[in-house]
């Protein structure tokens, strides 16, 4: 038997939405599971060298989680990704593996999970839901507490990716933050949060004013100075852009009569509308 999951790219926090929103975009990582091919992982695309081979990738092991949890033996298989989302940039391709590996297990062992059921195992391996929900839901995800909500994205939002030819860990990201925030740094960020909402979901033409963020933005920005550069170059220019994830890629905003600038040499501009389906599997012939 065969089967293929098919998991988007997602953009999380969105400015002000820390550890909470997220985005589906157009780029798709597949993985193909084959139960009667002789056990191995293979994988093309993106980070194709870099990443192993051995059994230790995060598809195999969220899909051996999955089966300890259940207490049922993991058969053996033959795996093969196709990697389309870029490897620690902030598009959420960790969260897109994990997923990936989560729904095979389900399947293949007849768990019967719910997306909620889902995203709880992606958060145990993950740490935090942003990009797991959206990655799941399709759409525009708000994680809170133990709940997600899935939000359709305006129709006329239109996402521009700005991948960097360098990359930026997410551990090294998180601990460059701090812990403790401010009252005022808190309600800032709270209430941009909530414009955020209205924006990203009907009025697109607001993003420039509400994307403002005072809890991770500057600490990840400081790590990578040329993308600093570009960042502010586009405020400057006041089109909406944030850090996609923990970075180092920016998100920005094509709006009418402005669209977003090729940053040049040293990186790559994907223009990705929003993608409206989550994660989806099915078995082949």
Do not use: Y
Request: proline content about 8%; overall charge negative; hydrophobic content about 50%.
């Amino acid at each position: 038997m065969t089967i293929r999951v098919t998991v988007p790219a997602t953009s999380a926090n969105l400015g002000p939405g820390f550890d909470c929103f997220g985005l589906a975009l157009e780029l798709c990582n597949e993985v193909v599971l084959n139960l009667d091919a002789p056990p191995g992982v293979t994988f093309e695309g993106e980070g194709a060298g870099d990443l192993p081979t051995d059994g230790s990738d995060m598809i195999s092991r969220s899909f051996g989680h999955v089966a300890r949890v259940a207490g049922v033996p993991a058969p053996t298989f033959a795996l093969h990704g196709v990697n389309r989302i870029p490897l620690e940039r902030g598009l959420g391709s960790s969260a897109a593996a994990c997923v990936a590996g989560i729904m095979l297990a389900d399947h293949v062992l007849a768990l019967g999970f719910d997306p909620d059921d889902v995203l709880d195992l992606a958060i145990e391996l993950e740490g935090h839901p942003d990009n797991a929900a959206a990655a799941i839901a399709g759409g525009f995800t708000l994680a809170f507490g133990d709940g997600v909500l899935r939000l359709d994205a305006a129709p006329d939002l239109r996402p521009v990716a700005l991948i960097p030819d360098v990359t930026l860990p997410t551990d090294q990201a998180r601990a460059a933050l701090t812990q403790t925030v401010s009252l005022a740094d808190a309600v800032f960020n709270a209430s941009h949060a909530a414009a955020a909402v209205v924006a990203l979901t009907s009025v697109p033409a607001m993003l420039a004013e509400v994307l403002g963020d005072r809890l991770h933005q500057d600490a990840r920005l400081a790590l990578v100075p040329p993308v600093k550069i570009v960042f502010d170059e586009l405020r400057a220019a006041h089109i909406p852009v944030c850090v996609s994830g923990a970075g180092p890629t920016l998100l920005a905003f094509d709006l009418p009569g402005l669209d977003v600038p090729d940053p040049g040499e040293g990186w790559r501009v994907l223009r990705l509308p929003v993608r409206t389906s989550g994660a989806q599997i099915r078995e082949e012939v």
